[in-house]
């Protein structure tokens, strides 16, 4: 084999292994239940997190809702001068649960 096609050859490994990385990587054993949750907030602005990781704002998620595990999940949304209101919500399996919230404007 030539040095440029085993070049290109590793050059496409290499891209598979990143592209699967990227995307959870290889399953093992059956696919974990997964259920979604769907956020209707207000102000749109509120920055969403879900089990401690920062999402971004509501009106980005609002549309596409979020896949997620089965079970119990944390949800925090908050925005600048509101308090923030702080959500357990329980996800089932093939089921869409919508999070309805709207946050309190905190006095100046």
């Keep these: 084999m030539s040095a440029s096609r085993r070049n290109a050859v590793l050059a496409l490994c290499l891209g598979a292994a990143l592209f699967a990385a990227a995307c959870g990587g290889a399953q093992k054993g059956p696919a974990q239940p997964r259920g979604a949750l769907r956020f209707e907030v207000a102000p749109k602005e509120a920055i969403i997190e879900v089990d401690e990781t920062r999402l971004g704002p509501a009106s980005m998620l609002a ?35 919508t999070l309805e919230v709207e946050l309190t404007p905190a006095p100046e």
Excluded: I
């Design 63 to 97: 549309k596409q809702g979020l896949l997620l595990k089965v079970g119990r999940h944390r949800v925090v949304v908050t925005l600048e001068d509101f308090f923030p209101e702080y959500r357990l919500v329980d996800v089932r399996e093939n089921e869409v649960a």
